[in-house]
């Protein structure tokens, strides 16, 4: 996945958490955050510490990216 599709940075995640709008399932929690400004959509990832150590997680996480 190219780096402008990716969300990295925590203060991303923060207004996106604190501004934006979610939908869950058993699984999943999904946030998203509309910018009128914005040509595509970006993806961030976090995985929770319910899931193994910290290499199981990033292993997860390249998964999906």
């Known amino acids: 996945m190219k780096k402008e599709y990716r969300i990295k940075k925590n203060e991303e995640f923060q207004k996106i958490l604190k501004h934006g709008h979610s939908f869950a399932n058993r699984q999943l929690v999904l946030y998203y ?27 997860v996480k390249r998964f999906f990216f």
Do not use: C, D
Not at 39 to 45: E, I, N, T, W, Y
């Open 33 to 59: 955050y509309e910018k009128e400004q914005q040509s595509h959509f970006r993806v961030g990832l976090s995985v929770g510490k319910k899931i193994g150590n910290a290499v199981k997680r990033n292993e």
